[in-house]
């Protein structure tokens, strides 16, 4: 069975606000940490922070420079082994781009929302099609969500995370971590046995 050839992105532009406004979101420092040990668990290649600004850049990079090859990189190599995985990028393009040349072939992207669109598909089909061996993109949005026309340029939309109420506002380290374990984790409900609630 081929490894699925996975790259994440945590995107802080074009996302809305609140009022359902387009803006550009801060970087959260437990975003940068959080996901990258998620990343690394579950065997993503990249995890790409994408953010336009220069002034949020220079903050991230320090805390990258810090744990890939600061002190922090020497004090704990279990967080400098996931942040290996960590690059920051200015442009949702340059890194479809990068992806491409790293891969030979443009990723098929795939974005995460509390929404339904048209090409939303169930994290069965995903988890199923991801096995081709070509490089997938999954994009996470920052704020209250990635902004629309943005989202109807991607391939695949995920379907919302739903649980047992109508309460629908996960953290995205929350969301990142769910959406990983679905498509990418141990597949516990194939294994016999019985479940009990």
């Avoid at 949020?56 to 190599?77: E, H, I, K, S, T």
């Avoid at 081709?132 to 695949?156: A, N, V």
Wanted: glycine share 6%.
């Amino acid at each position: 069975m081929n490894q699925p050839n996975i790259f994440i992105g945590l995107l802080h532009y074009p996302v809305y606000n609140k009022n359902m406004e387009i803006i550009s979101t801060s970087v959260t420092n437990l975003d940068i940490h959080d996901i990258a040990r998620t990343a690394c668990t579950y065997n993503v290649r990249k995890y790409y922070i994408i953010h336009p600004l220069e002034t949020q850049r220079v903050l991230v990079q320090d805390v990258l420079n810090y744990w890939q090859n600061g002190y922090g990189a020497r004090y704990n190599q279990d967080r400098k082994t996931a942040f290996e995985r960590v690059a920051l990028i200015s442009s949702l393009e340059d890194t479809i781009e990068q992806i491409r040349r790293e891969t030979g072939e443009k990723p098929i992207t795939v974005t995460t929302d509390a929404r339904v669109y048209p090409n939303t598909v169930s994290y069965g089909q995903m988890r199923e099609q991801m096995l081709d061996g070509r490089p997938y993109l999954i994009l996470f949005g920052t704020g209250w969500g990635i902004e629309k026309e943005t989202m109807q340029k991607t391939d695949y939309i995920l379907e919302p995370i739903y649980g047992p109420w109508d309460y629908n506002h996960l953290s995205v380290r929350s969301a990142v971590a769910i959406i990983l374990d679905r498509l990418l984790g141990e597949n516990w409900w194939n294994k016999g046995g019985t479940t009990n609630y």
